[in-house]
């Protein structure tokens, strides 16, 4: 593999990474903010 390809595999795996990370911590934060809407409400 050259270096390129390397770079887009790396790319490619940490934006993976960060999109799974992204769902989960917006799934966490909408309950969070639905559970805080209603104890407010």
Do not use: F, H, K, P
Not at 3 to 31: D, M, N, P
């Amino acid at each position: 593999m050259t270096e390129v390809e390397q770079g887009l595999v790396y790319a490619l795996a940490i934006v993976s990474l960060l999109g799974s990370l992204t769902v989960v911590i917006w799934q966490l934060w909408r309950q969070r903010g639905r559970r805080g809407d209603r104890d407010d409400r």
